[in-house]
T-cell receptor, first 115, second 118 residues
């Protein structure tokens, strides 16, 4: 069974600094999706960034980038120039690239941004 | 902006009552997923449905919980005889069908329904 692990329950970062959130996963599949979702206090889940496993290039979305290490099954999220609005729960997630499959979420990392 | 719509946003029930949560997927999406989030925890998968079909219900408790996605109308998550442990936020998400060009693999989430059982 696929599992997603986030070993950092809480992280903090100074405003304007850089922080990296860790994620590892377990799968026997060769092609799949990986995601980082953000859940602010409003509680709605917002997609931050996505990666397709067959693409070797790491995904980037403005201040957000990932370090995807397929062999190590690692998918970390780097937030550059952290802003107060980045404070939220961050969930790493996995989805097989086959029909009829769910997204599996990690337990989350609570990120605080210190002014 | 026809995103995923969930209602009610907040629902209070007494123990033993029934709770019905509704979800209308994004326009053009045919797949609906229900997740439960307990306080201070992550999202746990409950059930995955297409129109008139349950595809995967491996995360649904065996008793008191049911879900449907009829041909017409929203998807409904039904909890019978609620207990205090059912208090949680219930999130619905949708996605296009597999193979559709627009399918980027991500799920699009509603704002959630928060159930409180007294």
């Amino acid at each position: 069974a696929q599992t997603v692990t986030q070993s950092q329950p809480e992280m903090s970062v100074q405003e304007a600094e850089t922080v990296t959130l860790s994620c590892t996963y377990d799968t026997s599949e060769s092609d799949y999706y990986l995601f980082w979702y953000k859940q602010p206090p409003s509680r709605q889940m917002i997609l931050v960034i996505r990666q397709e496993a067959y693409k070797q290039q790491n995904a980037t979305e403005n201040r957000f980038s990932v370090n995807f290490q397929k062999a190590a099954k690692s998918f970390s999220l780097k937030i550059s120039d952290s802003q107060l609005g980045d404070a939220a729960m961050y969930f790493c997630a996995y989805r097989r690239k086959t029909s009829y499959d769910k997204v599996i979420f990690g337990p989350g990392t609570s990120l605080s941004v210190i002014p | 902006n026809a995103g995923v719509m969930q209602n009610p946003r907040h629902l209070v029930r007494r123990r033993g009552q029934e709770a019905r949560l509704r979800c209308s997927p994004m326009k053009g999406h045919s797949h609906v997923y229900w997740y439960r989030q307990l306080p201070e925890e992550g999202l746990k998968f409950m059930v995955y449905l297409q129109k008139e079909n349950i595809i995967d219900e491996s995360g649904m408790p065996k008793e008191r919980f049911s879900a449907e996605f009829p041909k017409e109308g929203p998807s409904i998550l039904r909890i019978q005889q609620v207990v205090r442990g059912d208090s949680a936020a219930y999130f619905c998400a949708s996605s296009p069908g597999q193979g559709r060009i627009a399918n980027t693999g991500e799920l699009f989430f509603g704002e959630g329904s928060r159930l409180t059982v007294l």
